[in-house]
C-alpha cells in the first residue's frame, strides 16, 4: 500500500511538472517600477507593478503591449 501511494505520488509530481506554465527568463520593466505580481495567458502575460499599473507584454517578443493605470477607491 505504501509502494502504490509513492507511485501515484510520483506520477502526480511528473505529469504536473510536465504541465508547468513557462515563464520568460527576464522581464524588462519601466524604470522604478516593482513587480508585484505576474499572471499570464495564451500569447501574454501582464505585470502588476507597485505603482498601480498593468504591464501587459507579448510572449513571444518581450514587447510592452498595452499598459493600464489602475485607479484605486483610497
Same mark, same amino acid.
Given at each position: 500500500?505504501?509502494?502504490? %501511494?509513492?507511485?501515484? @505520488?510520483? #506520477?502526480?509530481? @511528473? *505529469? %504536473?511538472? /510536465? *504541465?508547468?506554465?513557462? #515563464?520568460? &527568463? !527576464?522581464? !524588462? +520593466?519601466?524604470?522604478?517600477? *516593482?513587480?508585484?505580481? %505576474?499572471?499570464?495567458?495564451? $500569447?501574454?502575460? !501582464?505585470?502588476?507593478?507597485? /505603482?498601480?499599473? @498593468? +504591464? @501587459?507584454? /507579448? *510572449?513571444?517578443? $518581450? ?7 489602475? &485607479?484605486? $477607491? $483610497?
Amino acid at each position: 500500500m505504501v509502494v502504490g %501511494l509513492l507511485v501515484v @505520488i510520483g #506520477l502526480l509530481v @511528473i *505529469r %504536473l511538472t /510536465d *504541465r508547468a506554465p513557462v #515563464l520568460p &527568463e !527576464a522581464i !524588462a +520593466l519601466p524604470d522604478g517600477a *516593482r513587480a508585484v505580481a %505576474l499572471t499570464q495567458g495564451p $500569447g501574454w502575460y !501582464a505585470v502588476v507593478t507597485d /505603482d498601480d499599473r @498593468i +504591464l @501587459i507584454y /507579448d *510572449r513571444d517578443t $518581450g514587447a510592452l503591449v498595452q499598459t493600464v493605470q489602475v &485607479e484605486t $477607491g $483610497g
